[in-house]
């Protein structure tokens, strides 16, 4: 398969560190990275990463390519894609951020490239897609959208739940850490909470999740209600989800049921273990079933916690959608 990267930020990067720790022969090319910043400080920002820590290995410039280990990245400038020659790549992976428009989400396209994937929620898009989900649904669709962190990490645990036990109906909180959408110190935003300095105070707030997890879980739409708490942590979130559920169960066999199917899932894990959000950094899952956070209040209410790194799961995905797509045709 083979990619270009338009957007070199948190997610474009952890993307290009997922590709390089891959084994040779993981069948993934690279044939361009672009990003409006200069070329010095995508090759500083990628080597020296304050989440993932410092990159180990070789990282320079030469010529206009970024040299990782002595593997040559052909690394752009451009604001607008439609300069470069995209021609021969199977899926651009669109991590502006911005790509919301049709104009912007097309610009991939009129490049040369064969298909778009948009790292985020994108009216733009013709289909969006959870891995593990609904990924079923995904055919020859030419730009779609990965949803957020938070759907790929809400969904997943709504399947489990679903499947297994039957939702009546639930609410969740995600309890995510500050992104660069807050500031860090208090400056105007156009919500009055998210204008409050994001490292300093828990920040009550909406998700996209509970719009977006309608659309990929049709059946449960309008019976899943949430919200999110922004907390001063760098990385790792979690969700925090009470649900009804359809039938009785005993807890000791429903916790059996529930760790069974979310052992044989790609995209989910389990711990047994009492473990803190540090703990969570750079796994691959969508979520991390915490065991011992997860009981039922009675017959059929649940109350089941779990973790997902918000970049690192997030970008994995990206990947995993990104080989479907190219397999489609």
């Not at 719009?211 to 059946?219: E, K, N, R, W």
Request: contains cysteine; negative net charge; glycine residues 8%.
């Amino acid at each position: 398969m083979k990619i270009a990267i338009n957007g070199f930020g948190r997610i474009g990067r952890t993307i290009l560190r997922q590709i390089l720790k891959a084994p040779a022969g993981s069948g993934i090319e690279i044939l361009c990275i672009n990003d409006i910043a200069d070329a010095e400080m995508c090759a500083y920002l990628f080597q020296y990463d304050s989440t993932f820590g410092v990159y180990p290995g070789e990282v320079r410039l030469e010529g206009g390519d970024l040299v990782i280990d002595g593997r040559h990245l052909r690394l752009t400038q451009q604001a607008n894609i439609t300069s470069l020659d995209l021609s021969g790549v199977d899926v651009l992976l669109d991590c502006t951020g911005i790509a919301r428009s049709t104009d912007l989400a097309e610009r991939g396209l009129a490049a040369g490239a064969s298909k778009v994937l948009i790292s985020g929620p994108s009216p733009a898009a013709e289909i969006t897609v959870v891995y593990g989900v609904n990924d079923a649904v995904l055919g020859a669709e030419k730009i779609v959208s990965n949803a957020s962190c938070t759907t790929n990490a809400v969904a997943a645990l709504v399947q489990l739940v679903d499947q297994v036990a039957g939702i009546e109906m639930g609410h969740m909180t995600t309890i995510h850490c500050y992104t660069n959408s807050q500031p860090m110190v208090d400056t105007p935003r156009g919500d009055y909470a998210r204008s409050r300095a994001g490292a300093m105070s828990m920040v009550p707030t909406t998700t996209s999740a509970m719009h977006l997890i309608d659309v990929v879980l049709p059946h449960l739409a309008g019976r899943i209600s949430g919200a999110a708490v922004r907390v001063p942590t760098a990385s790792v979130s979690a969700v925090d989800l009470v649900a009804r559920l359809k039938t009785d169960w005993d807890q000791t066999e429903l916790m059996a049921a529930l760790k069974s199917a979310a052992q044989a899932s790609p995209i989910l894990g389990w711990t047994e273990q009492p473990l803190v959000s540090s703990d969570l950094r750079a796994r691959p899952e969508s979520l991390v079933v915490a065991a011992p956070e997860t009981r039922m209040v009675d017959s059929r209410q649940l109350r089941i916690f779990g973790w997902y790194d918000n970049e690192w799961g997030f970008s994995a995905r990206m990947l995993d959608v990104a080989r479907t797509m190219a397999a489609r045709g």
